[in-house]
């Protein structure tokens, strides 16, 4: 049995960027140091485990090591779930079709950034501006 290299995938969402790699093994999965199951929420948990579920077999086969900076804790989940869902469909081609169909963002980054503040209204965000009097 030949040994296979590592795979490894970038995942991203708005600050949050998620560098993944796996290794043949036995399904798990391992965020800065951290085992899945004491990262972040629940909520977070359940979707990191997203593309493994989806991919049932093919996920037991790889060990994933991912290791996420920036942006808050649903951007970097969302951004670790993307890069596990490239790396499986890379694995398997069947599940590409079975991702975009669950949910295109588990392969395709969603490209919506956060508009930057416009000079003049400082503080007070992108569109508002000073509120003027008619009379």
């Given amino acids: 049995m030949s040994k296979k290299k590592a795979d490894y ?3 991203e969402r708005k600050r949050a ?3 993944v790699n796996a290794s043949p093994g036995t399904g798990k999965v391992v965020i800065n140091g951290l085992s899945l199951e004491v990262y972040g929420t629940e909520l977070t948990r359940l979707m990191i485990m997203e593309p493994l579920t989806l991919a049932g077999e093919t996920a ?5 090591n991912a290791n996420v900076h920036g942006g808050g804790i649903m951007g970097q989940a969302s951004a670790i779930r993307q890069g596990i869902g490239k790396i499986l469909s890379k694995h398997d081609k069947t599940l ?18 956060t508009e930057p503040h416009k000079p003049g209204a400082s503080g007070r965000g992108p569109r508002r501006h000073k509120q003027r009097s008619k009379r």
Avoid: H, N, P, S
């Fill in 60 to 64: 037991k086969k790889l060990d994933f």
């Fill in 9 to 11: 995938e970038v995942g």
């Fill in 17 to 19: 960027i998620a560098r």
């Fill in 96 to 113: 590409k079709k079975k991702f975009m169909d669950y949910d295109k963002t588990l392969l395709i980054a969603d490209v919506r950034r």
